[in-house]
């Protein structure tokens, strides 16, 4: 096969496909007489296998797999390939968790606390450094007063309940922007459409990775199927 070929399958370019053998991803292919690179069965099976596995480990990720086998090195290839389903597990678990701590909440209701806390008591109340819950509020995600006299921030029931959220989210991988995009929707939504919505789109991601990494692992062990044959 030509590069052309291996590149066609797929709608990437000559040059992807050759890029792809320079680093890696691909074995060696043999040379014609005149330079021409020949690509065979197990060299278009490598590129279906990392392509699949993209979808799942994501670029980066695949490319160490795919390395890994072709240097002959399974073992590092079977501890990236489990440790993404490991992590996997792990956002499900969160995921889970998230659901259970969020639905304890109230989305609708402040969370009775009793006098506004200062910034001390609230990471306390949630097991996180001070400077935490600043950054927090400097990403948007809080909305503190300030004392009067002493203008110290002072965290009243909405404030808690956002803060407990948005422990929860982080615990779960959200990135700040994301946190404080979720707790905005929240607000806005006035009620736990919003939060219904989140876990949702959440599970979806969570079904979409699992089902990735089932097609990656299919077509890389098609693949090692090819080279012990070979």
Excluded: K
């Amino acid at each position: 096969m030509r590069p052309v070929d291996l590149a066609r399958e797929h709608g990437l370019s000559t040059q992807a496909v050759r890029n792809y053998e320079d680093e890696g991803v691909l074995p060696p292919a043999e040379r014609s007489d005149t330079g021409y690179r020949r690509y065979t069965a197990v060299h278009a099976q490598a590129l279906r296998a990392f392509l699949a596995l993209r979808g799942g480990h994501g670029h980066q990720r695949a490319m160490e797999i795919m390395r890994a086998v072709n240097r002959g090195d399974r073992e590092s290839a079977y501890r990236l390939v489990d440790s993404a389903h490991v992590s996997l597990l792990d956002e499900r678990a969160t995921r889970t968790e998230v659901a259970t701590a969020l639905d304890s909440l109230s989305t609708t209701d402040p969370v009775a606390v009793g006098r506004p806390l200062t910034v001390g008591e609230l990471a306390r109340r949630l097991e996180v450094h001070p400077a935490t819950l600043r950054t927090w509020e400097v990403a948007g995600i809080l909305h503190p007063e300030r004392d009067r006299v002493t203008e110290y921030r002072l965290y009243g029931p909405e404030c808690v309940r956002d803060a407990e959220i948005a422990r929860q989210l982080r615990r779960g991988g959200y990135s700040l922007h994301q946190v404080a995009q979720f707790l905005s929707s929240l607000r806005e939504a006035g009620g736990p459409a919003a939060l219904t919505a989140f876990l949702a789109s959440w599970q979806v991601r969570l079904t979409a990775r699992s089902r990735n990494l089932l097609a990656g692992a299919a077509r890389l062990d098609a693949y090692l199927t090819l080279l012990d044959r070979a």
